[in-house]
């Protein structure tokens, strides 16, 4: 349990299906991150929000649309995604950044049919 | 942003120590060099971090020469429960971490 939890689990979607996937920090950190991690591949920064301010949008197609309400909570709303996306999404949260460790929930495996 | 240079994997037999090289050769002066441990379908977790010479934890030691372009990740005696990828990350002040594409370590009976 490293404080950061993520919701689903696992998400099966069309392609023309729009969902959300949820992360929420219980460690009162000012930084959360996106990642996603298709098979075998490292992970590619997609996102990040400092103090609730996206600092990061590492050219993301705009069907993955992220949201920050507070600085507890992080979205991710996907729409008219394509079978490429099919992959393992993590949350991240850390204090602040560079040197600071950044801990990581249990992920969503998201497959696109 | 500082690349890092990994092996690509590494086999171990159990009870045995494991020292996992990264090269860093443009690393800045407030860079930290950080590692990470990842089983499958999981996010990474945090093993030990440094700056220069030596860091020990429960878990890991950190050996970083004084000209700071690489380190030695070492995990002492380890199980199987020890395989997974291990990433080495270097940055300081910006938001963007690098993963690279790590040194996938199994471990044998």
């Known amino acids: 349990e490293t404080g950061v939890t993520q919701t689903p689990r696992h998400l099966v979607m069309g392609m023309t299906n729009k969902k959300s996937l949820k992360c929420e920090q219980h460690?009162?950190?000012?930084?959360m991150y996106w990642y996603k991690q298709s098979a075998k591949k490292p992970l590619e920064l997609m996102f990040v929000?400092?103090?609730?301010?996206?600092?990061e949008n590492n050219s993301v197609p705009s069907r993955f649309s992220p949201e920050c309400p507070n600085s507890s909570h992080l979205f991710l709303h996907l729409h008219t995604l394509q079978p490429e996306d099919s992959a393992l999404y993590l949350c991240?949260?850390?204090?602040?950044?560079?040197?600071?460790?950044?801990?990581f929930g249990p992920g969503t495996r998201l497959t696109v049919l | 942003l500082a690349k890092t240079t990994q092996p690509i994997s590494m086999d171990s037999y159990e009870g045995q120590e494991v020292n996992i090289t990264c090269s860093h050769n443009?690393?800045?002066?407030?860079?930290?060099i950080t590692w990470y441990q990842q089983f499958p379908s999981q996010g990474p977790r945090f093993i030990i971090q440094?700056?220069?010479t030596k860091v020990t934890n429960e878990v890991a030691s950190l050996f970083i020469p004084a000209d700071r372009k690489s380190s030695t990740l070492s995990l002492p005696r380890v199980s199987l429960s020890d395989t997974a990828v291990y990433y080495c990350?270097?940055?300081?002040?910006?938001?963007?971490?690098?993963f690279g594409t790590g040194t996938r370590l199994k471990v044998l009976a």
């Open positions: 440094g700056y220069k």
């Open positions: 990350l270097v940055g300081s002040g910006t938001y963007k971490y690098i």
């Open positions: 929000y400092s103090l609730e301010e996206r600092v």
């Open positions: 991240a949260s850390s204090q602040g950044s560079g040197r600071d460790t950044q801990y």
């Open positions: 460690l009162g950190h000012n930084a």
């Open positions: 443009n690393i800045a002066t407030n860079d930290y």
